[in-house]
C-alpha cells in the first residue's frame, strides 16, 4: 500500500501527544476498513465475515454535577460492518478527554459515547459503562478446546505464510468439529512497531485442519506490522481459502495497551460472537 494512501500514517500514533482533559469528540480517528481488506481480495460489501471488535476500557473517568470525580470501566462493541476502525490512540485520547469533563449521570456518559464513537466508526456502537462503586467483576476463562502451544514443533517463518495451512489427509466425506487456541499469537503495530500480543481462538467445522500446520502459521505473524483487526480478518481469510471449513470463527484476545484492549472476532455466521471473558494476560 502507497503510505502516502494510508491515513494510518496520519494518525496520532508514534506522534508527541497533547493530552487534553475537556470533552474533545474530535480526537477520535477513524481509519477505513476497506484499505486493507482490499489487500485480502475483499472487495467493497463483500466481506465474507460477520463480527465485533469487543473494545475494554480500563481507565474512565468524568466529573459529577458538583465536580467530584467518578471512575468506571467500559465494553464497547463496534460491529465488523462499520465502515471505520478506530485507531486506538485516538480513543484514548479521546477518553481522556472525559477526566474534567462534567456529566449529570452516567446515563449521559454512555449517551455520549455511543453517538461519538457511531460517528466514527459510521455504524451503531454500544457502550457499556460500569461505575466502580458498584464493584464490577471480571472473568478470566481458558477456553474449552485444544490447546496448540504444547505441540513440539520447528518455527522458520514469521511473516504469515498461508501456504502453511493444510487439511489432513482424510477420506472425503471426514469432517469434523473443534475449537483451538493458542497463546502464541503476536503482531506489530502497523504505524510504531510495537509488539502486540493475543491469545487466539479458532473454531471451525469441516475437513479437519492441520493442527501443526496452523500453529507454525500463527507463529509467523511475529513479525508482522498490522492492526488488531486486520490481523484476524487476514487470518479468517487465509484459513477459509486454505483449508476451506464449512463454518469459521476467529476470535483474538489482545492485550491491554494505554488502558485498552482490542479483541476482534470474525465468523462466517454459524458461530456466535462470545462472551468478554479475559485472557489471563489482560
Not at 151 to 165: A, G, K, N, R, V
Not at 178 to 192: A, I
Not at 270 to 280: T, V
Request: hydrophobic share 35%.
Amino acid at each position: 500500500m502507497n503510505p502516502t494512501l494510508d491515513p494510518s500514517t496520519l494518525s496520532p500514533l508514534g506522534k508527541p501527544t497533547e493530552y487534553r482533559s475537556d470533552y474533545a469528540p474530535e480526537l477520535l480517528y477513524p481509519i477505513p476498513r476497506q484499505l486493507k481488506r482490499a489487500e485480502l481480495g475483499i472487495a467493497a460489501g463483500t466481506q465474507p465475515f460477520v463480527g465485533a471488535d469487543i473494545w475494554n476500557a480500563y481507565e474512565l473517568s468524568w466529573l459529577n454535577p458538583r465536580g467530584k470525580p467518578v471512575v468506571a470501566v467500559g465494553s464497547f462493541r463496534i460491529p465488523a460492518d462499520s465502515p471505520n476502525l478506530i485507531e486506538s490512540k485516538s480513543f484514548k485520547l479521546y477518553l481522556n478527554s472525559f477526566n474534567q469533563t462534567v456529566f449529570a449521570d452516567l446515563a449521559a456518559v454512555v449517551t455520549t459515547l455511543q453517538r461519538d464513537l457511531s460517528a466514527a466508526a459510521g455504524a451503531p456502537v454500544t457502550a457499556k459503562i460500569e461505575d466502580l462503586r458498584g464493584r464490577p467483576q471480571n472473568v478470566i476463562e481458558y477456553p474449552q478446546g485444544i490447546a496448540l502451544d504444547e505441540l513440539d514443533i520447528d518455527c522458520t517463518d514469521y511473516q504469515p505464510m498461508p501456504e502453511l495451512l493444510s487439511t489432513v489427509d482424510a477420506p472425503e466425506t471426514a469432517k469434523t468439529e473443534e475449537t483451538l487456541y493458542s497463546h502464541l499469537l503476536k503482531s506489530n503495530c502497523l504505524v510504531t512497531g510495537q509488539p502486540d500480543w493475543a491469545m487466539v481462538i479458532i473454531r471451525y467445522r469441516g475437513r479437519p485442519i492441520d493442527h501443526a500446520g496452523l500453529l507454525r502459521y500463527l507463529v509467523s505473524f511475529r513479525n508482522h506490522n498490522e492492526f488488531h483487526e486486520q490481523c484476524v480478518e487476514r487470518i479468517f481469510c487465509d484459513l477459509s481459502r486454505r483449508c476451506a471449513p464449512e463454518a469459521l470463527s476467529v476470535y483474538a484476545r489482545y492485550t491491554r495497551r494505554g488502558g485498552l484492549d482490542i479483541n476482534p472476532f470474525r465468523s462466517s455466521g454459524e458461530f456466535a460472537l462470545p462472551g468478554n471473558a479475559r485472557e489471563i494476560r489482560q
